[in-house]
């Protein structure tokens, strides 16, 4: 087992280099740079002087060579710094390090309301095919798959938070208010709860697809009537012997969430105002400015690398047959 953590960390290295490269690549072919989006919004907001741009590239290192500010990061990359931003000249790494867990805990919380819902009900659903409750779930996944997040997430605002005040509209806590351990803790799941539940939606529609997709071809074999033959009760069926071997192909789905999970937190948290990397990402494309870019990029991927590993280890654990050499 660490023969093979060890190498597939060794095997990761070369993607996120590649990663990086492509990265690097398709922000120096886009037009412009940091510079001149600098200027524009200086001259917007009529603030322009006698900015010299030749003079702005050179202190801000981009008169060399892409190749060469390339290895520069990846030089500095090795001594565990990510470079700083163009414009605030704040490190990278510190302003990832204050959204990083924001980000974390919005991506937690849709995965674990996926599992909570999308398994039991996905259970179900196989458990009673074609009864009322079987279509109406079937119902909600299709309309989970097909609604765009930012429509969902408008419409549960206008609903929960406007309507009916149940839930903030936006924010990571209440402004202005001193709460204890327990209060502060309530008030952050207050706020998470709408981009959560909005997150967590079309994974959640996707895990109770493949969950009762994968029940209905188990529950079907012939080890399933051999069980029953034995007199085993109805949940020591289910669980042990026919959950545990539909649930591989739900963990490769919720692996495979993980990066639209990523992916589609950039745009909940920009309508939900939550502080994580969402905001920061936008604004760093917005600003090209490459070094913030090239980070977040960089802790995508590592993110993504170490959920695919976390889901080959998953299987070891469900199905004992599966031994990594």
Known sequence: MNRYILRRIFQAIPVLIGITIITFTFTELAPGDAVSSMLLSQQESGLAGELDTATLRAQYGLD????????????????????????????????????????????????????????????????????????????????GISVPGFFAAIAV???????????????YSTPGQTFGFWGGLWDQVHHLALPALVLGIE??????????????????????????????????????????????????????????????????????NWPGMGILYLDGVSTRDYPLIMGMVLISALLIVVSNLFTDLAYAVVDPRIRYE
Request: glycine letters at 8%.
């Open 64 to 143: 060399q060579p892409p190749p060469v500010r390339y290895l520069q990061w990846m030089s500095g990359l090795a001594q565990g710094n990510m470079g700083v931003r163009i414009r605030s000249r704040v490190p990278v790494a510190e302003e990832i390090g204050r959204r990083l867990p924001a980000t974390i805990q919005l991506m937690l919380a849709a995965l674990t309301i996926s599992i909570v819902l999308g398994i039991p009900f996905g259970i179900y659903s196989a458990l009673r095919q074609y009864s009322r409750l079987d279509y109406f779930l079937t119902t909600f996944v299709f309309i």
């Open 157 to 171: 605002i206008y609903l929960f938070a406007v309507k009916l005040g149940w839930f903030p509209t936006s924010g």
């Open 203 to 272: 994974s959640t529609a996707s895990v109770m697809r493949y969950t009762r997709s994968s029940m209905l071809e188990v529950i079907k074999l012939d080890y399933m009537v051999t069980a029953r033959s034995k007199g085993l009760g109805q949940q020591t069926i289910i669980i042990r012997h026919a959950l545990r071997n539909a649930l591989l192909p739900v963990i490769t789905i919720l692996g495979l969430r993980l990066p639209s999970l990523f992916g589609g937190a950039i745009i909940i948290e920009n309508i939900f």
